[in-house]
């Protein structure tokens, strides 16, 4: 694996996707997806997905992988992304990595060893027992108590990735978040949007309303009846929070604001990951659009030193 790969990240509701087409269309690019969760069909509207007529032409790739119903892993999706970049880069044209995952873009970045790679270990058995006693929060608090950088980047409910760093802490005495980084299997370039908190908090909120409107509840009941109630797919933000409305045990006006408040927390760990784990160049394309022409050079120049 070499050459040159664009990245964008950053927090949800901040503009990723249409950087991304802007630049495909400015540097001969295609697009590869990196949302843990648009790379399921039938989850449009809740995962921001792009339309065809948003698309504008550009071609997009890891959309539309696999049915709600069936678990996607980060391996997974590294091996299908290594797969696309190899593909675009054979055509001459700029593979475009974008989303807000940010442990998938960087486990792609570096190459990240992943899934049945890891030798299990005495401790992970324990911590699978300690999780069988208790439940993921108390998991993740153990972990937050010893290594809080690496809690902020993991949610509780990922208990795999919470064992994962609490084995790796045991077994080397370094905490997860202070493992020596790998050597980038690319030459990327990471550009991270953000913007002023509020702002960013308002877009967001205002997403939600506009996601329930365009047909939000719908969707999650399809997915719903099609991959049951104990998907992965259902862990998603925007679904997770409708199903106990679905149920009748909350109101919509409850899942709604909860689906925003989450949504907001996401947020702000998402751009804890890009500032602490990745090099990343930010923008504020929101507050501050004649940025984007500092953006183009920083881009141009970069594409000038490919060999």
């Known amino acids: 694996m070499s050459g040159q790969i664009l990245m964008i990240g950053g927090p949800t509701a901040v503009g990723k996707t249409a950087l ?10 295609e697009v590869v997806n990196a949302d843990a ?15 065809l007529a948003e698309r504008d032409g550009v071609v997009h790739h890891l959309l539309d992988v696999v049915d709600p119903g069936t678990p996607f892993s980060v391996a997974q999706f590294k091996q299908a992304a290594q797969t696309a970049i190899a593909e675009i880069q054979v055509r001459g ?3 475009i990595v974008v989303g807000g995952t940010g442990f998938y873009m960087n486990a792609l970045r570096l190459d990240l060893p992943l899934g049945g790679q890891a030798p299990p270990s005495a401790y992970r058995e324990q911590l699978q027992a300690e999780l069988a006693s208790h439940d993921e929060q108390w998991l993740w608090a153990q972990l937050n108590a010893v290594d809080p950088e690496a809690a902020e980047n993991i949610p509780p409910a990922n208990s795999r990735r919470v064992i994962r760093a609490l ?17 980038p299997a690319y030459d990327a370039l990471i ?3 953000t913007t002023e908190r509020k702002v960013l908090y308002e877009r967001i909120n205002a997403r939600v309303d506009m996601m329930v409107q365009a ?21 998603a933000i925007g679904y997770k929070e409708l199903l106990p409305y679905l149920q009748g045990e909350a109101t ?10 989450n949504s907001r927390h996401y947020a702000k760990r998402q751009l804890t990951y890009f500032k602490h784990q990745m090099p990343t160049h930010w923008f504020d394309l929101v507050g501050h659009p004649e940025t984007y022409q500092e953006l183009l050079t920083l881009v141009s120049n970069w594409r000038e030193m490919e060999e």
């Open 20 to 29: 991304s087409i802007r630049l495909a269309q400015a540097f001969d690019g």
């Open 191 to 193: 550009l991270g949007l």
């Open 167 to 183: 084995e790796v802490m045991r077994t080397t005495g370094v905490k997860f978040s202070q493992q020596p980084e790998s050597k």
């Open 215 to 235: 047909g939000l509840i719908p969707e999650v009941k399809q997915v719903l009846a099609s991959a049951g109630p104990d998907a992965q797919a259902l862990k």
């Open 93 to 95: 044209k700029l593979p």
């Open 252 to 261: 919509l006006a409850q899942a709604v604001e909860l689906i925003q408040k």
């Open 37 to 51: 969760y648009q790379i399921y069909r039938g989850m449009d509207i809740g995962t921001a997905k792009a339309t």
